[in-house]
């Protein structure tokens, strides 16, 4: 038994000094960190969140860009006014104009809505700085067909803007003949259809 005495007084004067009087040593977890990332590429050190973040960042970027050279020429030029042509179903004008008004109003920008044509309104804001906010709010709406600015037409058809209106009138007229083509060779296929259901029956 005084061996087991021996063994355990020994092995506590060797780790004594270990211990350091009962304090807990404080790890650099920056320091150990940098230490394990020394040698690697910046590529291996990038993890699935960080890509994820720099895909969103781009996209973001992205954005501000289709929108920021319209800004820039906004403020510089004070009121603007924005043709907004709207689809063939859509409800009474004023109505849309008056909850347009409203929504925008609340999003903290004011601007006049005025009737210009059957199926067209105009979008009068007094600050060009809000520009870009109302073309967004335009291609976020249903109603909307397409908008034009400054001379520049904007289809919600498609998004990237900066098209000129003849070549969005092309776009719709292609549009329309591929969808009588397509009409007409549905109700060719119906009626051969019903021709053969016929002569099925008279057998």
């Not at 969140?49 to 895909?55: L, P, T, W």
Request: proline share 1%; net charge neutral; with cysteine.
């Amino acid at each position: 038994m005084r061996w087991w005495v021996v063994a355990f007084v020994s092995l506590l004067v060797v780790s004594l000094p270990h211990l350091e009087c009962g304090r807990a040593r404080t790890i650099d977890y920056d320091a150990l960190e940098k230490a394990w990332e020394a040698g690697d590429e910046e590529q291996e050190l990038r993890t699935e969140g960080d890509e994820h973040y720099r895909q969103l960042t781009d996209k973001y970027v992205h954005k501000q860009q289709k929108y920021s050279r319209n800004e820039e020429e906004a403020k510089a030029l004070g009121p603007q006014m924005i043709f907004a042509t709207l689809t063939d179903e859509h409800e009474l004008l004023s109505e849309i104009a008056s909850r347009w008004k409203e929504m925008m109003w609340n999003g903290g920008i004011e601007v006049n809505i005025y009737e210009v044509a059957n199926s067209k309104l105009l979008v009068g804001l007094q600050k060009g700085i809000f520009l870009s906010d109302v073309m967004r709010f335009l291609d976020e709406q249903n109603e909307v067909k397409e908008y034009e600015w400054n001379g520049k037409a904007y289809s919600k058809d498609n998004h990237k803007g900066n098209h000129h209106k003849k070549d969005t009138k092309k776009l719709q007229r292609k549009k329309t003949r591929g969808r009588g083509t397509k009409d007409s060779k549905v109700s060719r296929k119906r009626q051969k259809s019903v021709d053969t259901t016929e002569k099925h029956d008279e057998l």
